[in-house]
């Protein structure tokens, strides 16, 4: 077995076909869109290149053929409360079944970020966002959201033995939205009624004719709610903008709220049709008949299950009960519609419990569980697990 360095364009090929190969065989995988892959190692496309760096790698056997494949990241932003030293990352690992050669990989990956100062190493992580690409699947090996993470059970053991440690878990939570037997807890509706005879608050779905003004909202809500936590940023408008543009053709308006109080923007609830029930058709390739095929299966219903991308609550209105208000004035329009039947709220992290009472409190049961793990590079640096948010 060797390691080769992802250098040409063939190789980049190879780096997608790797995990097509591994996870195939199993009826719930759903194949990633390459793009959305190739993306993450494109300079152009990818702003982190600015300041950080990412390497890739293949595994090759005797026989010339690759049987794994790992990247590794450079974010200097990238940190977490009470780190003592440079952190870095790796993703997109994918192995046969055999420890020699994942120790080959994430020996590969760990000597590159030695090299570069780092004193230790998470992973699966992306290099980007949150929301894509992160995390090991643990528990719940079934077809997956758009986004997530799939692979092997074997994984975690392949994990264990090279000596990593659970930073953190990250759990979903699913819940049935169809039927007059799916109901919220009472104090959702009891909320709902002290906010509803108020005329200062209202709960108004995202309108795609109006969608500049509600990215101007989210991202009010966003920095108030969401910038002061740990590895999170001011997003400047230009930013929200570009991002509602850019899910503008996904978008189902029924399934995106915000709730104003005397016309200000105070709490959200983002939801996006879960694309992975369209996108398993589509062999990891967006063309231009498949994105025809996307806007087909979108219009008519193929999508019957939601995913939660985002919730936020401004300071001054959490534990207020207004995110209640607005989850009922959704579930009205939500129930009558009809094509729904089910809801994923997507990975939460387990030192956030703030956030796991509110998908509980939905009645949201746990559907599945992903794991970042850390291994430590410098001995000198004790491991720790993630801190809790306050």
């Not at 997109?92 to 590159?112: H, M, P, R, S, V």
């Not at 408008?237 to 570009?242: C, F, S």
């Not at 996307?294 to 300071?315: A, D, E, S, W």
Request: glycine share 6%.
């Amino acid at each position: 077995m060797k390691i080769v360095p992802v250098d040409d364009p063939a190789q980049a090929k190879a780096f997608l076909q790797v995990h097509l190969q591994v996870n195939q065989q199993n009826p719930d995988f759903v194949q990633p869109l390459n793009q959305d892959v190739e993306a993450v190692f494109n300079p152009e496309k990818n702003k982190l290149f600015r300041q950080g760096q990412a390497r890739r790698w293949l595994l090759q056997l005797e026989n010339g053929k690759f049987a794994g494949r790992i990247a590794a990241f450079i974010n200097p932003k990238y940190k977490s409360k009470g780190d003592t030293g440079p952190i870095g990352g790796f993703g997109f690992f994918d192995c046969i079944n055999n420890q020699e050669a994942a120790n080959l990989l994430f020996n590969t990956a760990a000597g590159w970020l030695r090299e570069n100062g780092m004193v230790a190493m998470d992973g699966p992580i992306n290099f980007g966002e949150r929301d894509k690409f992160w995390g090991m699947l643990a528990e719940g090996f079934q077809p997956p959201p758009y986004g997530m993470n799939f692979n092997p059970p074997y994984y975690k053991t392949l994990f264990e033995n090279y000596g990593f440690q659970v930073f953190y878990n990250q759990l979903c939570f699913r819940m049935d939205v169809a039927g007059s037997a799916t109901q919220l807890q009472p104090k959702f509706y009891e909320a709902h009624r002290k906010f509803a005879a108020d005329p200062a608050f209202q709960a108004r779905m995202v309108e795609k004719n109006n969608l500049e003004k509600y990215a101007v909202d989210f991202c009010k809500i966003y920095n108030e709610a969401w910038a002061k936590h740990e590895g999170n940023k001011e997003m400047p408008e230009r930013q929200a903008i570009a991002l509602f543009r850019s899910m503008q053709a996904i978008m189902d308006e029924k399934i995106a709220w915000m709730t104003y109080h005397n016309n200000e923007p105070v709490a959200m609830w983002i939801n996006i049709p879960d694309l992975n029930q369209i996108f398993r058709f589509f062999k990891g390739e967006l063309n231009w008949l498949n994105k025809l095929r996307l806007i087909y299966h979108l219009k008519t219903g193929t999508c019957n299950r939601f995913i939660g991308i985002i919730y936020g609550i401004v300071p001054a209105f959490q534990g207020t009960g207004i995110d209640y208000y607005m989850i009922v004035e959704a579930e009205k329009v939500i129930k009558k519609q009809g094509r729904y039947k089910e809801l994923e709220l997507l990975w939460q992290g387990d030192f956030n419990q703030k956030m796991l009472n509110i998908s509980r409190n939905l009645g949201a049961t746990e559907s599945r569980r992903l794991i970042t793990w850390r291994y430590m590079l410098d001995p000198k640096h004790p491991f720790q697990r993630h801190p809790f948010l306050n």
